[in-house]
């Protein structure tokens, strides 16, 4: 290893006092969000307050200087109060740990000082029908003094709430990021995301139309580009994060609804609920769920912080955290969705109540799942086991 865990520059209980409190209002509105479908823009401006983006900052640029554990335990903390936040903020940690890495100078220092501020980064990547299996469809080209951006992008999660967005898109068969701010003229947004769960992510079709781009917003290659990198495992590990999170509100919810529940069967082994040992054991199912999400979530973390402050580049380091995440989701995947299944088991049909509307922890689950499919995860993990197989840290989807 080139480098140890970092020590935390701020501790966990300033951090936990300064975002605990944003947490709990959070949470507060998530059933009439979720029954209303109303996007958390005040919720999300909550968060700009108290720079929650700028957790990773350092301190002497107006951020907070957390380690990549802090910063996830704070996501699972979100997640917990609202699952659709940290995702919809997913790009926006990996724009910042871009900067993190990126040569000393003004621009760095520019948009870490904006990050402070309270400037939040969204994404649109993926392009609906081919996709960027060849190349993206999504077109970069020369204009005057800058450039000029053309396309059509699916699940633009997050952008909705952002100040700038991350576009990939093709320029002369070359993929390449680039930042462009949210409110640019010839950008169209749409929430249209029809997905049964993770509804408030703000994931719709964004559509550019020969919108300016100046030479300086070029971040760099596009995803997709070959190559080991940290940045997939950190953008999946925001996934398991929030399947974290899912797991502990579950809990919390219907231990609260049982504790306060008096109506039972004839043939229960006790009186109340709550002093069933059959309920009990769904609980306890829940719970073990939420910790041990959790703990991966946070060993994982762990490496990407030895990686992030050492060498991002070391191979052997990249290998490691990447094959652990993808036997995390393994992990986490199955039993997030096990649990958020049986807790229906610890009352009868009064516990399907759209008053409750317990089934969004499922459905929320099962949707932040989805995105990077389990069975191809499994299968690279096997491969790697077996054959020494090159994991595939890059990948699109689209029509082949």
């Not at 590990?237 to 039972?264: F, K, M």
């Amino acid at each position: 290893m080139t480098a140890t865990v970092p020590v935390p520059t701020t501790p966990d209980a300033t951090l936990d006092e300064r975002f605990a409190p944003v947490f709990a209002r959070i949470a507060e509105g998530a059933l009439q969000r979720e029954h209303d479908r109303a996007l958390a823009f005040d919720e999300v401006a909550a968060l700009k307050e108290v720079r929650f983006g700028a957790l990773r900052v350092p301190v002497e640029l107006g951020g907070y200087g957390a380690t990549v554990r802090q910063q996830f335990r704070q996501l699972i903390g979100l997640a917990a109060a609202e699952s659709n936040l940290p995702q919809a903020l997913r790009v926006h940690w990996w724009f910042v740990e871009e900067q993190l890495l990126a040569t000393p100078g003004p621009n760095r220092e520019r948009w870490l000082r904006a990050v402070a501020d309270g400037t939040l980064v969204g994404n649109a990547i993926t392009e609906p029908g081919v996709g960027a299996v060849d190349r993206y469809r999504t077109t970069l080209t020369p204009d005057g003094d800058g450039l000029r951006l053309d396309g059509t992008k699916y699940y633009s999660t997050g952008s909705l709430y952002a100040d700038h967005i991350i576009v990939a898109a093709d320029r002369d068969g070359e993929r390449v990021a680039v930042l462009v701010d949210a409110d640019a003229e010839g950008i169209t947004q749409h929430d249209d995301w029809d997905g049964f769960g993770q509804r408030l992510t703000a994931s719709g079709t964004t559509e550019f139309h020969h919108v300016f781009v100046p030479g300086d917003r070029v971040l760099g290659p596009g995803y997709g580009t070959p190559g080991r990198t940290y940045g997939t495992a950190y953008l999946q590990l925001v996934q398991l994060s929030v399947l974290a999170g899912i797991a502990q509100r579950a809990t919390d919810d219907v231990s609260a609804w049982v504790r306060d529940r008096t109506r039972t069967f004839t043939h229960a082994a006790a009186d109340l609920p709550r002093h069933d040992p059959l309920v009990q054991q769904v609980i306890g199912r829940l719970s073990s769920a939420a910790y041990a999400a959790r703990t991966i979530v946070l060993d994982i973390a762990d490496q990407l912080d030895v990686i992030l402050a050492g060498d991002s580049e070391d191979a052997d380091l990249l290998d490691r955290v990447e094959f652990d995440v993808a036997r995390a989701q393994a992990a986490i995947i199955p039993s997030v969705l096990d649990a958020t299944t049986q807790l229906f088991e610890v009352g009868g049909a009064s516990i399907t109540s759209e008053s409750l509307r317990f089934d969004r922890h499922w459905r929320n689950a099962r949707t932040i799942s989805v995105h990077n499919p389990l069975i191809y995860k499994l299968q690279t993990v096997g491969d790697h086991v077996l054959n020494g197989s090159e994991l595939p840290y890059a990948w699109s989807a689209g029509k082949r």
